[in-house]
């Protein structure tokens, strides 16, 4: 586990370097000749960080929601009832995403619960 680990981080660290590079070339085609104010550096450069942020998080929400579909109990009568994923877009603090979620049905209670994973 922790060779995959370091594979993985170090896997990452490089596609980061990678990203930087492209950013940088895109701001600087965008800017034009002109040497820009540091603020003109950093706003464009925080935007592209919560991008990053927003797209990990939709990956890895859809990656939970899609290991947790065994039925689940529900929280009234423990009836054990199908999941499902349904989409809907959240706010976080990096701004919308789109966000899976795992929804059950009891047929029985009449009633939709999120399942707890």
């Known amino acids: 586990m922790e060779a995959k680990q370091a594979r993985l981080e170090g896997k990452l660290d490089d596609l980061l370097d990678q990203a930087a590079g492209v950013a940088a070339e895109l701001q600087a085609l965008k800017q034009g ?9 950093e706003i464009p450069a925080h935007e592209t960080g919560q991008e ?3 797209k990990i998080q939709t990956a890895r929400v859809r990656e939970v929601a899609a290991e947790n579909l065994d039925p689940a109990g529900c929280p009234d009568c423990g009836c054990r009832c199908p ?9 976080s603090m990096d701004g ?7 929804v059950a049905y009891c047929r029985r209670c009449r009633r939709s619960f999120f399942p707890s994973t």
Not at 83 to 91: C, G, N, P, Q
Not at 96 to 102: K, Q, R, S, V, Y
């Open 33 to 41: 000749g002109r040497a820009p104010h540091y603020d003109e550096i």
């Open 52 to 54: 990053l942020s927003r």
């Open 83 to 91: 999941v499902e994923t349904k989409d809907r877009t959240v706010h």
């Open 96 to 102: 919308p995403i789109d966000l899976t979620e795992t």
